[in-house]
């Protein structure tokens, strides 16, 4: 498995599928099975080592990990405050002025 996560860390923010990802790590095992690597990179996505798109994993570079966290705090804060303005969500904090 850590070839697997090796080879991905190593081409950082390229995308590939299972296929491509079994031929490069191992020439010889893909000659056998042009899928071994399916259940590996499975288990590295499942640990969040790895990420998957369509079918296909990789290694979103650094900039894509913060801009997706980002987002997803900004989405977060946006469905708390329209869950306040709607009475759905806990009451604001109120502040003492």
Same mark, same amino acid.
């Given at each position: 498995?850590?070839?697997?996560?090796?080879?991905?860390?190593?081409q950082t923010g390229r995308v590939f599928s299972v296929k491509e990802v079994s031929?490069?790590?191992?020439?010889?095992?893909?000659?056998?099975?042009?899928?071994?690597?399916?259940? #590996?990179?499975? @288990?590295?996505?499942?640990k969040g080592l790895i990420e998957a798109i369509n079918g296909c994993y990789w290694? !979103? $570079? /650094?900039?894509?990990?913060?801009?997706?966290?980002? #987002?997803?705090? @900004?989405?977060?804060?946006?469905?708390?405050?329209?869950?306040?303005?709607?009475?759905?969500?806990? !009451? $604001? /904090?109120?502040?003492?002025?």
């Amino acid at each position: 498995m850590s070839e697997i996560l090796d080879f991905l860390k190593d081409q950082t923010g390229r995308v590939f599928s299972v296929k491509e990802v079994s031929k490069e790590v191992s020439p010889d095992r893909y000659e056998r099975d042009q899928t071994w690597a399916s259940s #590996e990179l499975k @288990k590295l996505c499942n640990k969040g080592l790895i990420e998957a798109i369509n079918g296909c994993y990789w290694i !979103p $570079p /650094e900039d894509d990990k913060n801009a997706s966290r980002l #987002e997803e705090e @900004k989405e977060e804060s946006e469905k708390e405050r329209l869950e306040a303005l709607s009475g759905e969500g806990p !009451p $604001p /904090e109120k502040t003492n002025e």
